[in-house]
């Protein structure tokens, strides 16, 4: 089963709380939910493989580490994704972007594809799925599956709020994702709005309703 991850830095959950936060409009949303994300990727990344290269300092030569393997990649699932793409590039400026459109119908809770655009080496690359929030799991499950009908192999789900059932839906579909969360809140609501969340993330982040 693959690995849950709850990140609880005492400067993510002090950001978290803030953007839980009804009164906190979007313009602060926004910046502050792109601050968590550029603090969970440092988090995230600590076990990035490494390798030896020599350089040539002022002072001479030497042996020094830099990142080895895979390439990175960033795959916002639309719209709220968008939300945590600049945070990530903060860090990992020269990571390509593919985009996966899903909205959940609000009715039936059952999200639709609607976009996919990604880059055309995703199979050699260390995919990270980002979305503020994994409700029922099912926007997540079909933006991973999306991925992996195109030949992605190593992905890892990024998100902000997740709950117990959207935790335990992506661990059945798809035991190979590793899923990092901000804070795994209680509950999902009748409507599938996770509990205490923080609201439609979306809605929240581009100021619809
Ligand atoms: O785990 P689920 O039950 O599928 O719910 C989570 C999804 O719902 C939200 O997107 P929404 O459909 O509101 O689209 P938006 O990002 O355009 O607001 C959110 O950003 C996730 O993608
Ligand atoms: O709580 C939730 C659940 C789904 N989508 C959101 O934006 N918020
Ligand atoms: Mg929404």
């Given at each position: 089963m693959s690995k849950f991850t709850v990140l609880d830095h005492p400067l993510i959950q002090h950001k978290l709380t803030m953007i839980r936060d009804?009164?906190?409009?979007t313009k602060d949303f926004r910046s502050i939910a792109n601050e968590i994300a550029e603090l969970m990727v440092y988090e995230i990344t600590r076990d990035l493989p490494m390798e030896s290269v020599e350089i040539e300092t002022p002072m001479g030569k030497s042996m020094q580490k830099v990142l080895a393997g895979k390439k990175l990649a960033v795959i916002p699932i639309l719209r709220a994704g968008l939300g945590m793409v600049d945070g990530v590039l903060e860090l990992i400026p020269a990571a390509k972007i593919g985009h996966i459109g899903m909205y959940r119908?609000?009715?039936?809770l059952q999200p639709h594809e609607y976009f996919v655009k990604l880059p055309a080496d995703i199979d050699k690359r260390e995919l990270f799925v980002v979305d503020p929030m994994l409700a029922t799991g099912g926007s997540a499950n079909m933006a991973i599956d999306a991925l992996k009908k195109r030949g992605a192999t190593n992905i890892r789900l990024v998100v902000l709020v997740a709950s117990p059932q959207g935790v335990e839906a992506i661990q059945k579909e798809h035991p190979d994702v590793d899923i990092y969360a901000a804070s795994l809140d209680t509950e999902l609501t009748?409507?599938?709005?996770?509990?205490?969340?923080?609201?439609d993330a979306g809605d929240r982040l581009f100021g619809t309703k």
């Open positions: 009804k009164n906190t409009g119908d609000e009715k039936t009748d409507s599938g709005y996770i509990f205490p969340g923080l609201g």
